[in-house]
């Protein structure tokens, strides 16, 4: 598996929409995590199955039954931030319990504002390797699951006084992975992946997305190895794969092929389609977070900002932080890069003589 290949393109898709432009609590940014997201059973079924609770993938591998499979699911994990003001400042927050506070909208603090959001943390949940042989004999089901947390971040004013919290809660998660191998003929093998959230959720019928979410697997991918084998295009297979491919019924997810052209031992299933050996363009600076990004024109409205617009992009979190930081300390050469690059050249076939009559 082109481990470094996925891990910097999985985080470019992780966090696609995370925020947009103009990188604050907007309306544009009020109805977020729009790829890939699996919510609880209970509250899936409650929307009438609007919103999904699964998501399956299903690819072809040329190779004998020796051939050994790698399985990593990827998500993220929602975070809850609210604001706390403390009715009393204190030199540090208690060692045990939690300090009086007020929940409000928006604080400032030493000149920066906080205010409140749902932040993420990325999951891994690595199946490890196993033979094509045993998936064939014994299909793996392999259930997952990271609890809840609880945890508060104290605001410091000039004084050195803490006079404001961040809270930052997480809801329990579980979720159950499915993999089997059946024979797809001519050589070929199906691997069938199945992803499940498996989150138990009280209310849920009358619950609204904001809950779910917090339930939910968001932004969800499947990456896929395999050694002494070959993924097969299931964009572009050879004439002999093309029945077998179109057997291959994937729902919630679009795979493609990860790495150089030639290779093809790494696969990735993603809920944004891409094409066949997709990359992160090198002139990129960084991720700018915004759904179908075009680098140079986000940087360039980045870099028009008003001071005070800048302030409460940068109050969001330490994401917008960075990326406000990034853009405004791009030399000249690195915009001029985004502008434009040739990538390769082919000739042109001479252009054939006309006739005319």
């Not at 729009?34 to 009438?48: C, I, K, M, N, R």
């Not at 499979?69 to 990827?74: S, T, Y």
């Not at 498996?198 to 009358?206: I, Q, V």
């Not at 299931?234 to 729902?251: S, T």
Request: glycine fraction near 10%; include cysteine.
């Amino acid at each position: 598996m082109n481990r470094a290949i996925v891990d910097k393109l999985a985080r470019a898709l992780l966090y696609e929409g995370y925020i947009l432009y103009p990188y604050r609590p907007s309306v544009k940014n009020r109805q977020r995590w729009t790829f890939g997201g699996l919510y609880p059973a209970a509250w899936s079924e409650a929307q009438g199955g609007a919103e999904p609770s699964s998501l399956q993938a299903e690819v072809l591998v040329e190779g004998n039954k020796d051939a050994r499979l790698q399985v990593m699911a990827r998500f993220l994990h929602l975070v809850d931030r609210t604001v706390g003001e403390l009715i009393t400042p204190a030199a540090s927050l208690p060692s045990t319990g939690e300090p009086e506070y007020r929940i409000v909208p928006v604080l400032e603090v030493g000149g920066q504002l906080y205010q409140p959001w749902q932040e993420a943390v990325d999951r891994d949940v690595d199946l490890g390797e196993f033979s094509l042989r045993e998936l064939t004999e014994r299909p793996l089901c392999r259930l997952f699951s990271f609890p809840a947390s609880r945890r508060l971040e104290g605001l410091k004013d000039g004084s050195g006084q803490v006079v404001g919290v961040l809270v930052r809660s997480q809801q329990a998660i579980a979720g159950e992975v499915e993999v089997s191998v059946s024979d797809a003929g001519d050589g070929l093998r199906r691997i069938t992946i199945r992803l499940l959230n498996r989150t138990s959720m009280e209310g849920a019928s009358t619950a609204g997305r904001d809950d779910a979410l917090m339930g939910a697997l968001v932004s969800t991918h499947v990456v896929l190895g395999v050694t002494d084998g070959g993924f097969v295009s299931l964009l572009d297979p050879p004439e002999r794969c093309r029945a077998a491919v179109a057997g291959c019924k994937n729902i919630g997810v679009w795979p493609v092929l990860v790495g150089e052209e030639s290779q093809r031992d790494t696969m990735l299933a993603s809920p944004i389609i891409l094409y066949d050996h997709p990359q992160v363009a090198p002139e990129s600076p960084g991720d700018l977070f915004d759904s179908c990004e075009i680098d140079e024109i986000l940087t360039l409205r980045i870099l028009t900002l008003t001071d005070e617009e800048k302030r409460a992009a940068a109050g969001v979190d330490e994401r917008s932080r960075e990326l406000l930081a990034r853009t405004e300390s791009l030399a000249r050469e690195q915009l001029m890069g985004l502008h434009g690059t040739v990538r390769g050249l082919r000739p042109v076939p001479p252009q054939q003589e006309q006739h005319h009559g």
